[in-house]
């Protein structure tokens, strides 16, 4: 009466010899069996299907943002004198509440008078470390590997592939604006 | 005392526990079985260790970008013994490393992965992908300025692969930045995905071991043949076997022991790791340095030519983690014995040497120019005594160039490009000129940088650069002090302007 393998299908080769004692003749069982299963199974792929979706899309939605780039502000023109290459600080535009220090970011700004100017990347284009700028030697370099540029950011020795990465700028009323919110990397770098 | 023997054959009546644990402890391993055997249980050790100390850590670390590096401050300064507890997670997983690479080596030199413990060496594969995974998410959990540069870093070696690059970097940050939501995503893997594997394959791990029994110390000329090994195993261990508690058990436990109370000293003295500088990233005044176990990959990573970079680092992983894994199904039988594999001896000599000396070199780094020396490492008093006015500009236009952060005078500064201490018994005049005009041998060209009046000084500086005893005119290619080139002007009052005046 209370064969706890009844509905089991495994129960399939070992309920066939006891099937006589039963009501119900084993063809008819075995289908009903049979069908409890199917149904089970459809409805747990159908719920875990599901609950897929939610999870595999939050764990692969950043992949799906299209470019995160957005003018950002770096502070009057006035601040970049000709001549000279300096640090710019900034907050990413892309941030979140909780990313505390992480959101800010930094550039390296080359003023090329006239109102031309230059904006790479603080990120070697090696592997990303932080490059350093020297004044007097105008190089920047790399204290990861070694990678050193030149002041117009093009690649001078060591083992980076290509040249600094530079943002897009423009100037709206008397202030730099930068395209900033990746970070920068070999794949859509510019 | 009868209550408690009561209790005890109640609790053996009801749960079982010693017909299920007692086969285990006492089960027959090969009696020549001794000290080698010992590192995989201090492995496990430390294992646990992590995990105790772990959870208490996630009851006072706070797991946000904002949160985390002030909350490690607080755990190091506020929280009673909380700097004693980061010390033992942090040197513990040191040793677990440590213990993991040395258990890997013995079952690879005494090649205990053969026939019929394939799958055994397989799953501790598998565990070793998971230490290392462990070892680098813990120490982004430190979330200071290594941690940060240091995700960078994987970043832009994900960011390389073909395709897909930029969709994985996504993935693995959580953002298109290093930022909250890669240390959330790291922190769940750090604490939840790999520890739940880990203690999942560890399981699996020693139910194989209990499966086909520890492997006998190997001798020269026992081979393995699958076709009689098993029988001949269980014939042996019975024969002459041991049960592993308390026989075998008491060197793991003596090992063990000792090996602990090793790292509890060390964790005491040295105290925790880190946290170094705010992970604040327009602080750019770094010097970012994975931990040890990951310092070979990034001295690789600055010897490797540019060319062969990116195929190297996308497809050298996958591979040589496919070959460990499959080593056991293509060398299966056969001979065991070091000595019998001279071959497989000397490949791991070669690799061991060559992780000691790409961590080795991670660790003084020679190719990063040193970014302070053109400030910091002063030009020793015998390298400009008695040099002229012109040379004695020179030396001071190579300092205020920054020469010296890639090359060393004296023995201080950087190592990037040659010491110069005997540069003019290398180079003639013109050679250094051109050298430094237009660079070259991986040295920046500093034609457009520096006038030719200052590269005249320096050159004038690097020209008196040779041993004292040596005489330049006995040096092959040395630099000829003759009149017009570099002659101080005080000795030849009436010569005429030099050829290469200031400009």
Known sequence: MNDPCRDCPCAEGGGAGRASSRAAPPAAGRNRRGFLFGIGTALMGVGGVLVAIPVVGTLFAPARRSNPNRWTDLGPVEQFPEGTTRLAKFTNPEHAPTDGETSRDACWVRSMGEGKFQVFAVNCAHLGCPVRWFEQSRLFMCPCHGGVYYEDGSRASGPPPRGLFTYGWRVVSGRLEIEAGRLPGLQEGT | ?503
């Open chain 2, 1 to 503: 005392m009868r209550w408690w023997r009561r209790a005890r054959a109640w609790f053996e009546d009801r749960s079982g526990a010693s017909a299920l644990i007692g086969p285990v402890m006492t089960h027959r391993v090969p009696r020549s079985a001794k000290w080698w055997y010992v590192f995989g249980s201090a492995t496990l050790m430390f294992f646990v260790i992590q995990i105790v100390t772990g959870i208490l850590l996630a009851t006072l670390y706070v797991p946000s970008a904002a949160e985390a590096y002030d909350s490690l401050r607080y755990i190091d300064e506020q929280v009673p013994f909380g700097w004693m507890v980061r010390a033992i997670h942090g040197w513990s997983s040191n040793a677990m490393v440590l213990m993991m690479l040395v258990h890997l080596s013995q079952v690879f030199l005494h090649a205990a992965y053969k026939y019929p413990r394939e799958l055994t060496w397989m799953v501790g594969v598998l565990l070793m992908v998971c230490t290392l995974a462990l070892a680098f998410t813990g120490q982004v959990m430190r979330w200071d300025q290594d941690a940060y540069w240091g995700l960078g870093i994987g970043a832009a070696i994900v960011d390389r692969v073909p395709g897909v690059g930029n969709e994985l970097r996504a993935i693995m940050l959580g953002g298109p930045i290093i930022a909250g939501a890669t240390l959330s995503r790291f922190f769940a893997l750090h604490v939840f995905i790999l520890p739940g594997l880990t203690i999942a394959l560890v399981g699996l791990h020693l139910m194989l071991i209990l499966r086909h029994g520890i492997s006998e110390m190997p001798r020269p000329g026992e081979t393995v043949e699958p076709a009689t090994y098993k029988p001949a195993y269980e014939e042996r261990v019975h024969r002459t076997g041991v049960p592993f508690f308390p026989d075998a058990a008491q060197r793991d436990m003596v090992f063990c022991g000792l090996a602990l109370l090793l790292m509890l000293g060390l964790a005491a003295w040295f105290g925790p790791f880190g946290p170094g500088g705010v992970p604040d990233p327009t602080i750019i005044d770094t010097n970012p340095r994975p931990d040890f176990f990951f310092l070979w990959i990034f001295s690789a990573l600055a010897l490797l030519p540019p060319e062969v970079e990116t195929p190297l680092l996308i497809i050298g992983p996958p591979v040589l983690l496919l070959g460990l894994l499959l080593l056991p199904l293509f060398s299966s039988r056969g001979e065991r014995a070091p000595s019998r594999r001279p071959l497989v001896v000397v490949l791991f000599v070669v690799v061991v040497m060559m992780l000691g000396t790409l961590s080795w070199l991670g660790v003084t780094s020679p190719w990063s120019p040193q970014m302070d020396a053109w400030t910091s490492a002063a030009l020793p008093p015998e390298f400009v005594r008695g040099r002229t006015p012109l040379e004695l500009q020179g030396a001071t236009m190579l300092q205020f160039a920054q020469c010296r952060n890639c090359h060393a005078i004296g023995g201080v500064g950087g190592e990037r490009g040659p010491r110069l201490d005997d540069v003019a018994t290398r180079l003639s005049w013109d050679q250094l000129v051109r050298q430094i005009q237009q660079g070259g041998g991986n040295m920046p060209a500093y034609g457009k940088t520096l006038s030719s009046a200052q590269t005249e000084a320096i050159v004038a500086f690097l020209a008196t650069l040779r041993p004292d005893h040596v005489p330049a005119s006995s040096i092959p290619g040395a630099i000829e002090r003759s009149s017009g080139r570099d002659q101080p002007p005080e000795a030849t009052p009436d010569a005429p302007a030099p050829a290469r005046g200031f400009r």
